[in-house]
């Protein structure tokens, strides 16, 4: 069983602790369905079976290409590369971002704890849409990366496609 918690939150107000709140519980519920286990195992992106990882100019991966199995076994045990050494636990050390984000919802490095998010986007989002950002942002954490620049690709990286996934279960439109 994989667990949710904020173990820090910092610049929001009441109401936002709520929703964070909110937010952390749709996560927990979502990671721990056997469906959310089956559909990271059955993903695929068009033409190709598993996630999208990068390629530079010479073919060579930016990313590491991890398999389905590999993809899922990193997000159940809930390992950081920041240090969380509790298999299974989701730590996360969220911040609100006062300044707007513009096309940028928030932002989180592999090599450091917390997660940010933009205010003007927290303050558009409902609890689910938090939730989806929260797991685009803790896959940062476990390492996954895809394009900063827009393309047709970079949804079917770890992050994009895990964040998709929270959202889809929750309304049920998978």
């Not at 079976?49 to 993809?71: A, E």
Request: proline share 3%; aromatic share 14%; hydrophobic share 35%.
């Amino acid at each position: 069983m994989i667990t949710v918690a904020a173990v820090e939150m910092k610049g929001f107000d009441q109401e936002g602790r709520m929703k964070v709140l909110a937010s952390l519980a749709i996560l927990e519920n979502i990671f721990n369905q056997e469906k959310f286990r089956q559909l990271i195992l059955d993903y695929s992106h068009p033409g190709n079976k598993g996630f999208y990882f990068r390629k530079n100019m010479w073919g060579k991966y930016i990313d590491t290409p991890y398999s389905n199995q590999q993809v899922l076994s990193m997000i159940t045990n809930a390992v950081e590369l920041s240090g969380n050494v509790q298999h299974g636990q989701v730590d996360l050390y969220l911040n609100l971002d006062p300044r707007k984000g513009g096309g940028t919802v928030g932002y989180g490095y592999p090599s450091q704890k917390d997660i940010y998010t933009y205010s003007d986007w927290f303050t558009s989002f409902n609890s689910l849409g938090y939730a989806s950002h929260i797991a685009h942002e803790w896959c940062h954490k476990l390492g996954f990366t895809h394009s900063h620049k827009k393309s047709e690709k970079r949804k079917y990286s770890v992050p994009y496609a895990i964040g998709y996934m929270v959202g889809d279960l929750y309304t049920g439109s998978l």
